[in-house]
């Protein structure tokens, strides 16, 4: 029951360059959030985003939400190469206090 | 040092047998994930618990199998009658579900063999 979808798939770019990836989901949510996962490892949580708010900031990230377009947005400014890892959006939906739905995530590659 | 442990970091099973992956957390969380992940995609829910002695089936509940006796401890049994086992295997916890952040373990890369 997957309902957030990542945009791009993948993403290469070079250091010191931004990175926007974006998602979207299909009914309405509690919050938002976006999540990080080096290459076999776990996720780390980066932002929580309520649905009555619009833009969050955290050091270089950035994340926006419009809920009439059902859609979120991350922003990694000044890339490092650190940053290289996979992004997950999860939605939690209102009808249920516990569920995270997941999306398949973009694949973002810095180049040094 | 809060966290949450997953163990082992590397598992096989052999084709017929059972396995046992192990989450403790020390965050004194109430809900606890499993979830499994294929190769460039996403988390699927395998489990939920909110709460000691009760957890309800996630989207591909079938051929696994969990317990929650103690508040810190969800393992997860990969049962032979979960046909297509080979994946990471991630563990989650919360305090308020997905209110809130949720704490992810390190994962177990589980290889049928």
């Known amino acids: 029951s997957q309902q957030g979808e990542e945009d791009p798939q993948a993403l290469s770019i070079q250091e010191g360059e931004n990175a926007t990836m974006n998602c979207s989901y299909k009914?309405?949510?509690?919050?938002l959030q976006w999540y990080r996962q080096n290459s076999g490892r776990g996720l780390v949580h980066l932002i929580l985003?309520?649905?009555n708010e619009r833009e969050k900031h955290s050091g270089r990230l950035r994340v926006t939400l419009d809920t009439s377009k059902k859609s979120s947005s991350l922003l990694i400014t000044a890339s490092r190469a650190a940053d290289t890892a996979s992004y997950f959006c999860?939605?939690?939906?209102?009808?249920?206090?516990?569920?995270?739905?997941w999306g398949a995530g973009t694949k973002l590659i810095i180049k040094p | 040092d809060g966290g949450i442990t997953q163990s082992p970091k590397y598992l096989f099973r052999k084709e017929g047998q059972n396995v046992t992956l192990s989450c403790e957390q020390n965050l004194n969380h109430d809900a606890m994930y499993w979830y499994r992940q294929d190769p460039g995609q996403g988390l699927r829910l395998i489990y939920y618990?909110?709460?000691?002695?009760?957890?309800q089936k996630g989207d591909i509940a079938e051929g696994y199998s969990v317990s929650r006796e103690k508040k810190e401890s969800f393992p997860l049994t990969v049962t032979s009658a979960q046909k297509n086992p080979t994946a990471f295997y991630l563990c989650a916890s919360s305090s308020a579900g997905g209110r809130t952040e949720a704490f992810f373990g390190q994962g177990t890369r589980l290889t049928v063999v």
């Open positions: 009914t309405s949510i509690n919050n």
């Open positions: 618990s909110q709460i000691v002695n009760d957890f």
């Open positions: 999860a939605t939690s939906p209102p009808d249920s206090n516990y569920q995270l739905i």
């Open positions: 985003i309520r649905s």
